[in-house]
């Protein structure tokens, strides 16, 4: 065996893993762009992938096949200047691709040390430059670095964030140009911001992903920092497919003065039936004390903006208020029967080994269900109950969710693993056994040994939101060990890994499927490109 197939083979051999494909990579993910594929693309049409978690409620749900992960088809920087902490760790959240139905790969590309965005278009194909766009957006105060992230309409538009809480928009998407420019909508009123811009760039940040619902309607969250001509406080905004905007403040709707804003991160979701947006709001700041870090899940209607219920989001072992992160990308999961779940930190930092929860609630937010067991950086994706034959529940889907349980906490072994949890099935928590969680359907341990950890411990796995492919019944995903695995649900096993670069410590990654069936993964501010 060669040195090159030994270094691939062996890790997995040893897991006990089934290996179908092992592509090659190694070495770290460079910082410039690298086209491996042919010379021209050729046209597709297929499923798009709109926005971060895919649909406007997470599901990371994919209608395209997933090609197998033969070999590195391309990569990209997302990050020109990436911001490695004197550890090597590089604690910085990057937005998800989007693909078109013509497999135009939109990619959000942070350019400078402390910001600067553009907006690069790329053949799926090959990942050829068909245009790119700078835009104006500023981040807000952070800690970790915020994601900028992209959304497509029906209609094959991309939004993109801009500065002062504008939306930034272009159309013809798959459209080769030389010079690519924005167009604008501003939720407050394009007006008030012509009238005094500095103002607003100033004072306006847009703070979420966006979300775009089946009718073309825009949802975000924005902070504001000081005053304005318009009068905007920190809240949630709506542009309607016919252009209008308009907004609500987060204390106003939580009927909470402390709270500050819609959390960092996290991406409005929108019901099933376009009625319902379901927001996270919180009181944490870049300043803000650990111990005042709490919030609410709010369900509002989601054409008037108004306040339909709000849900307290409680520690379930200590029946105290969880922390809601701005270091985490948490956002809203609707499942296909209505319910919502929502990662949290734990109340008291570590008391249930830095993992936080899942809650759980009915559609209306008046009934709270049974919780997962981890939930903080993390939005859990939808796996059909169909992808795993053996399983004789009686959920209709189930829950794929990181499953990590950090060395270096009170009890956690660093044995490291991804779930699929039943929603609706209980067992006692493997961390608090007095807590009942959601039942595992399956768990799998990762593969990559970690020095650091206690006997036995292996890398983190590094996924915000992960892709679910029912075609192949599989789910692909990322880990700090560099690499892109395909587990295959049906048999529990890792089927395929492919290697990104050396392996790095990083907040936590999102992955994709093109229209094409190609699998994108973002890691160590590279986006990969994988398939035949």
């Not at 952070?142 to 991309?158: E, F, G, K, M």
């Not at 996290?266 to 996270?280: E, H, I, R």
């Not at 111990?291 to 989601?302: F, K, T």
């Not at 499953?403 to 608090?432: C, H, K, M």
Request: glycine share 10%; hydrophobic share 40%; with cysteine.
């Amino acid at each position: 065996m060669s040195n090159i197939l030994a270094k691939c083979l062996s890790p997995l051999l040893a897991a006990g893993v089934v290996l179908v494909g092992c592509g090659g990579g190694g070495g770290d993910a460079g910082g410039t762009s690298s086209p491996m594929g042919d010379a021209a693309s050729a046209p597709v049409d297929g499923p798009a992938w709109t926005q971060f978690g895919g649909t406007a409620q997470h599901a990371a749900l994919s209608a395209s096949a997933a090609q197998d992960l033969a070999r590195l088809r391309w990569r990209t920087p997302v990050d020109l200047a990436p911001p490695y902490r004197p550890s090597g760790a590089l604690l910085a959240h990057y937005g998800s691709p989007v693909v078109t139905s013509h497999n135009t790969v939109l990619v959000p590309v942070k350019t400078g040390a402390t910001g600067g965005f553009r907006v690069e278009a790329r053949a799926g194909g090959n990942g050829v430059l068909l245009w790119s766009a700078d835009t104006d957006y500023v981040m807000p105060a952070h800690n970790w670095a915020p994601s900028y992230n992209l959304a497509l309409s029906s209609t094959n538009r991309v939004y993109a964030p801009g500065a002062g809480g504008k939306l930034l928009y272009r159309d013809n998407t798959d459209t080769a140009t030389s010079s690519a420019t924005w167009q604008s909508l501003v939720f407050y009123g394009s007006a008030a911001y012509n009238g005094a811009p500095a103002a607003f760039d100033q004072s306006v940040f847009i703070n979420t992903p966006i979300t775009v619902d089946a009718q073309g309607n825009i949802y975000f969250g924005f902070i504001v920092t000081g005053t304005n001509p318009a009068g905007l406080s920190s809240g949630v905004a709506r542009i309607g497919a016919d252009g209008s905007g308009s907004w609500a403040a987060a204390a106003t709707l939580a009927g909470d003065a402390t709270i500050a804003k819609v959390a960092m991160n996290s991406a409005p979701a929108v019901s099933g039936d376009g009625q319902t947006l379901y927001v996270v709001v919180n009181a944490a700041s870049a300043a803000t004390p650990v111990a005042v870090q709490y919030g609410y899940l709010l369900a509002l209607d989601s054409q008037a903006l108004t306040l339909r219920r709000k849900a307290n989001l409680v520690d379930p072992n200590t029946a105290v208020v969880a922390r809601i992160s701005d270091d985490a990308t948490s956002s809203p999961l609707v499942g296909p029967d209505g319910d919502v779940y929502i990662g949290v930190l734990e109340s008291t930092p570590v008391s249930h080994n830095g993992r936080g929860w899942l809650l759980h609630f009915d559609s209306t937010l008046a009934s709270p269900k049974t919780p997962g067991s981890f939930g903080w950086d993390n939005t859990p994706s939808i796996v059909p109950a169909a992808m795993i034959p053996p399983y004789a529940g009686g959920s209709s889907y189930l829950l794929l969710t990181k499953y990590n349980n950090y060395a270096g906490t009170p009890s956690g072994d660093g044995r490291n693993r991804v779930a699929v949890l039943d929603p609706n099935a209980a067992q006692a928590d493997p961390v608090i056994a007095s807590v009942t969680v959601m039942q595992e359907v399956l768990t799998i341990l990762g593969t990559t040994t970690d020095p650091a950890a206690p006997a036995g411990g292996v890398k983190e796995w590094c996924i915000n939101t992960a892709a679910v492919d029912p075609a192949t019944r599989s789910v692909l995903i990322n880990s700090e060990d560099g690499y892109l695995y395909r587990w295959d649900l049906s048999a529990n096993q890792f089927t395929q890994r492919i290697q990104m670069n050396n392996g790095v410590a990083q907040s936590y990654t999102p992955t994709a499927i093109g229209a094409d069936g190609a699998v994108y993964a973002v890691n160590n501010a590279a986006l990969h490109s994988f398939g035949r």
